[in-house]
Nanobody, 124 residues
Framework: QVQLVQSGGGLVQAGGSLRLSCAAS????????WGWFRQAPGKEREFVGR????????YIPDSVKGRFTISRDNAKKMVYLQMNSLKPEDTAVYYC?????????????????WGQGTQVTVSS
């Protein structure tokens, strides 16, 4: 059974940085794509980046480009979301997700397994 366990997050002042981690168990991940999403209260889930299938590249949407980066460690079965220059509008619950079917997508329908979510709060 696939399980994704997230860590990191918390409270940070605007302009600060946080790194979120996500660890997989019960599956091999070296080829799979990893996605990161966030959901703020009253809003739809938003895609914030992906480590592409094969693990050789990433895709960061314009909404967070230049501030967020994604990295992965296949040996540890982990993916990371580094968030810099955080803004109050980045406040949300953040989720990691795993794409086991090579969709390299940007919607939550493109991902098969999900982490439990972790709260990120950015104070002004």
């Amino acid at each position: 059974q696939v399980q994704l366990v997230q860590s990191g997050g918390g409270l940070v002042q605007a302009g600060g940085s946080l790194r979120l981690s996500c660890a997989a168990s019960g599956t091999r991940v070296s080829l799979y794509a990893w996605g990161w999403f966030r959901q703020a209260p009253g809003k739809e889930r938003e895609f914030v980046g992906r480590s592409n299938w094969g693990g050789m590249s990433t895709y960061i949407p314009d909404s967070v480009k230049g501030r967020f980066t994604i990295s992965r460690d296949n040996a540890k079965k982990m993916v990371y979301l580094q968030m810099n220059s955080l803004k109050p509008e980045d406040t949300a619950v953040y989720y990691c997700a795993l794409d086991t079917r090579q969709r390299n997508g940007v919607t939550d329908r493109d991902y098969d397994d999900w982490g439990q979510g972790t709260q990120v709060t950015v104070s002004s």
